[in-house]
């Protein structure tokens, strides 16, 4: 079992719609990341989080808004997406001790958009 | 421009024998790599992971070999089982200060492990 969890795992939006991806993570962790995979692609960086501050935002459109309401939690808001950003969008968390700690990923939401 | 590069998109071994997946890179910035795989269905899991300063790191039957000179990883799997067959992803990262930490992975291999 993964101790990133994501919710929900499955999720089809229109491009109208409104949605929210979360994630949790209890193991202390003080970074948490967003990344977006495409079939047949590796993962790609959009935010990190560290200390609950946004500290990267790789130029992503601003129909991704993300959140961190504590150390726990992570969102992802969704908001008039196109059908390219159909993907899977992972969760990741890491200790703070240096930039040698790895990823913990979640399993993934599997995004469809109509 | 892929800065971490991981040529074989497929490898196919049978029990038992040593599996070795490759990795180059392009970015001299790079000073810590790991091996991440991945099952349908689910998120990357760390494996292994090797920091600039060596030239190899085992973890049981997983060993990562950095050659820094030729800028290349490999990892080796030995003996290779069924249950390994996954995508494995090469991912590099830089120190790019404070707490940012931030992961460049390759486009990964899939390996099939035949009993």
């Known amino acids: 079992d993964t101790e990133v969890t994501q919710t929900p795992k499955h999720l089809v939006m229109g491009m109208t719609n409104k949605k929210s991806l979360k994630c949790e993570q209890h193991?202390?962790?003080?970074?948490m990341y967003w990344y977006k995979q495409k079939a047949k692609k590796p993962p790609e960086l959009m935010f990190v989080?560290?200390?609950?501050?946004?500290?990267i935002n790789e130029s992503v459109p601003s129909r991704f808004s993300p959140e961190c309401p504590n150390s726990s939690l992570l969102n992802l808001h969704l908001h008039a997406l196109q059908p390219e950003d159909s993907a899977l969008y992972l969760c990741?968390?890491?200790?703070?001790?240096?930039?040698?700690?790895?990823?913990?990923f979640g399993n993934g939401t599997r995004l469809t958009v109509t | 421009d892929q800065q971490v590069k991981q040529n074989s998109p497929s490898l196919s071994v049978q029990e038992g024998r040593i599996s070795i997946l490759n990795c180059d890179y392009t970015?001299?910035?790079?000073?810590?790599f790991l091996w991440y795989k991945k099952y349908p269905a689910e998120g990357p899991t760390f494996l292994i992971s090797?920091?600039?300063?060596?030239d190899k790191n085992e973890d049981g039957r997983f060993t990562v070999f950095l050659n820094k000179s030729a800028k290349h990883l490999s990892l080796h799997i030995v003996p290779s089982q069924p249950g390994d067959s996954a995508v494995y992803f090469c991912a590099a990262s830089e120190n790019s200060g404070g707490s940012n930490y931030k992961l460049t992975f390759g486009k990964g291999t899939l390996l099939t492990v035949n009993p």
């Open positions: 989080y560290s200390y609950e501050k946004l500290s």
């Open positions: 970015n001299s910035m790079f000073d810590y």
């Open positions: 090797i920091s600039s300063i060596k």
């Open positions: 193991m202390g962790h003080r970074a």
């Open positions: 990741a968390s890491s200790q703070l001790q240096g930039f040698s700690s790895p990823l913990h």
